[in-house]
């Protein structure tokens, strides 16, 4: 992999776990749900390190949440993605395969995802 981006993906789990840190800290009670990247098919095949970078990425995310035994919850988008097409702008006819964002039926899916993971953790 780039070593840059791996410094920076590495730099990140460090805020997050920080962040996470912070908050069970200052609010013990409070439930923190924290969601990986889905994978992004179009930009995968057209950069080769993407879908090493974005799996790299899940498992900081992974990683770290997993270093908080109560009351913060690991929701795995990058599955509920898998195998299903027009999640985001890339995948629909005319729009550059760069556009990574979610179209509502991808935001639709990651909504799904939080609440399976909520309704498991009430």
């Given at each position: 992999?780039?070593p840059?981006?791996?410094?920076?993906?590495?730099?990140?789990?460090?805020?997050?776990?920080?962040?996470?840190?912070?908050?069970?800290?200052?609010?013990?009670?409070?439930?923190?749900?924290?969601?990986?990247?889905?994978?992004?098919?179009?930009?995968?095949?057209?950069?080769?390190?993407?879908?090493?970078?974005?799996?790299?990425?899940?498992?900081?995310?992974?990683?770290?949440?997993?270093?908080?035994?109560?009351?913060?919850?690991?929701?795995?988008?990058?599955?509920?993605?898998?195998?299903?097409?027009?999640?985001?702008?890339?995948?629909?006819?005319?729009?550059?395969?760069?556009?990574?964002?979610?179209?509502?039926?991808?935001?639709?899916v990651?909504?799904?995802?939080?609440?399976e993971?909520?309704?498991?953790?009430?």
């Open positions: 992999m780039v840059f981006a791996t410094q920076v993906i590495t730099q990140y789990g460090r805020n997050l776990g920080a962040i996470l840190l912070q908050l069970r800290m200052g609010l013990p009670g409070a439930k923190v749900f924290v969601a990986n990247q889905y994978a992004i098919p179009a930009v995968e095949a057209l950069v080769p390190l993407a879908g090493p970078m974005i799996a790299f990425f899940n498992d900081v995310v992974n990683q770290v949440v997993g270093q908080f035994p109560a009351n913060v919850y690991f929701v795995d988008v990058h599955a509920a993605f898998l195998g299903r097409e027009n999640l985001v702008l890339g995948d629909l006819p005319g729009v550059s395969p760069f556009e990574t964002h979610p179209t509502n039926k991808g935001y639709q990651m909504a799904k995802a939080f609440a993971v909520i309704d498991r953790n009430r």
